[in-house]
């Protein structure tokens, strides 16, 4: 309501009304299934996930090391010329501390996301993880180094999840 | 304004699946092939525009627009996305080009229909959903309904729909870009299971994965990269209303209106007699002849006779779907627009190998966005400026 306005025409309805049939409305539940193929690229990053490792693919044109992988370099337009592995440690480029969830509910524990430039890769590339086991959020900082915290072997399915969080590592 | 040409195209596919490409790298190899074809030029540089086609729900994205750039060469440089079939890609490309702005221009569109799993209830969810999803059913029933039209106020018989099965497998056998070439006969048409009446198993296209990029150039530009210009002569598009309960079952008016556009500009008068061949939407075998008649080719109901008398086999007067269509090719969902586009130019370009079409000089490209739209467009297409 705003100062002129003290009362909007028309019925007020409540989320009950609907419950109870007194307002009529149509529900439909689409059935969107997909199964995105992973690729060449994609394929091996999951699987060597699966082995506790983190793949790049090199460009020799340009020099970089870019994880994730891809087959060609975006940058120069040509395939990518060979694999390698780079570590599973880096330093923070970003975060943001989520305090609320996707449906806007308070969160018990605030999910921390950060941007992460992984060790040996090329400046600016790396992955997006979570960050856990750093006491108080107001402690992390940009810059800080991070390390991988994976999950036990037999429990790795090949996906982004194998790595649990990243954490705080001392310097 | 300066003509416009196509200098480049590049295919992937197209193939009933291809686990082993991501979308990206399915888009990387056409986008490859399609440079190479275009003179070896360099997207990073030399392109000023680059222009996808893609539905959100067929790929299983909210905004996939944001995902096309690094595979395309298109990163940090200037791109937009068409929510719609390819051709509709191509007549932006043709316009921005119109402009002066603009020399060189990439289109691109493709299908990787076997990663949804629930194709036919992304199609469901297409319909209104106060008035027609309630009533449940596969959502093919339209093509049922707007063939028993078809048949019922032309006279068209059950056989004729059929015989453009039989003719368009036969040409996607002499095509390496098809998927589902086959020869087969009339009665193994017709027998073949019934599923929305009149509509039968063998008349409705498989969906197929491949990707197609092409470069459009201006004149200036496209006599450099090229000895082999393909020109857009005209293009056309138009959108019926959505409505099941008011749209015309009987004629394809969206593909009317779409031809219409695009032969005033290419100063068609006679589609018969002035086009050499055309590749025509066949996602289901009774389209071929609706928008055959929608297109002028030849009058109002005629279509089946025509093509009973083989008028438009590989070597009948005017050769429809040299390709295979998308019975033969394959249903590229967005991408059907390109593939009939792509065909149009190996056709033109004498490059069509044992489909080749002799003495080509204008093809035609039709398309339609498929159940439940009513949406069309055409382009025509000369090697003759």
Redesign the interface.
Known sequence: MSVKIKHYPGEEVETKDFREGKVLF?S?R?????????????SRFLEELKNGRIIATTCSKCGRIMVPP???C????KPTDGWTYVKDTGVINTFSVSFIAADASRLKEPIVVAIINLDGASEGMGIVHRIEEYGDWREIKIGMRVKAVWKPPEERTGAITDIKYFKLVKE | MSEVAIVGVGCVGFRPI????????LM?EAAVKAYEDAGGI???EDVDVFVTCAED?LE?FSIFDEFV???L?A?LRHLLTVSGDGMLGLATAYMLIKTGYFDTVVVEAHS?A?????YM??V??GLD??FN??LGGHPYYIAGLEMNRYLHETGTTEEQCAEVVVKNKKNAVLNPHAAYGANITLNQVMCSERLFHPLKKLEISTPADGCIVLVLASEKVAEKLTDKPVWVKGVGWCTETPSLETRDWTRAVYTRLAAEMAYKEAKISNPWRDIDFAEIHDVFAYKELQHMEALKLCDYGTAGKLTEDGLTALDGELPVNPSGGLLGMGYGLEASGLQKVLEVVLQLRGEAGARQVEDAQVGLAHTWRGIPTATGAVAVLSNVK
């Open positions: 149509e439909f689409p059935k969107a299934k997909y199964a995105w193929s992973a690729g060449i690229a994609i891809r087959i060609y975006e940058k120069c337009f | 291809t686990p082993e490409l991501s979308y990206k790298e990387f360099n997207p990073r729900y299983g750039p690094d595979q060469g990163a990787k076997s990663d949804i799993l629930t209830d992304i469901q969810f959903p106060i999803r309630p």
